[in-house]
Nanobody, 125 residues
Framework: QVQLVESGGRLVQAGGSLRLSCSAS????????MAWFRQAPGKEREFVAV????????GYADSVKGRFTISRENAKNILYLQMTELNPEDTAVYYC??????????????????WGQGTQVTVSS
């Protein structure tokens, strides 16, 4: 089983920046894509960004395009989410996810096989 552990979430002021990390362990050689999702209080978990693990393909939700960047450090099995121009609507628990199935650049919760425990990001106005 692949294990995912997120870190980096904290309180930040609107307009600020933050970088989240997701450390992956276990049989990561089977992973095809990794992604970030987020869930705000009272809302459903939503897609944020996706990255093909052995390629360079990425995808972003419209709400974060141009502000967030997903990247990876393969040698250390770490996935990142660089977030800039943060606003209060970005407040949520951010989850890292990994998929072993061939789902393209999946944007659905059900496309993913493994999930981290989440890290809280709070943006104050």
């Amino acid at each position: 089983q692949v294990q995912l552990v997120e870190s980096g979430g904290r309180l930040v002021q609107a307009g600020g920046s933050l970088r989240l990390s997701c450390s992956a362990s276990g049989p990561t050689y089977n992973v095809r894509i990794m992604a970030w999702f987020r869930q705000a209080p009272g809302k459903e978990r939503e897609f944020v960004a996706v990255l093909s693990w052995f390629g360079h393909n990425t995808g972003y939700a419209d709400s974060v395009k141009g502000r967030f960047t997903i990247s990876r450090e393969n040698a250390k099995n770490i996935l990142y989410l660089q977030m800039t121009e943060l606003n209060p609507e970005d407040t949520a628990v951010y989850y890292c996810a990994a998929a072993q199935r061939n789902v393209g650049l999946g944007r659905e919760h059900g496309d993913y096989d493994y999930w981290g425990q989440g890290t809280q990001v709070t943006v104050s106005s």
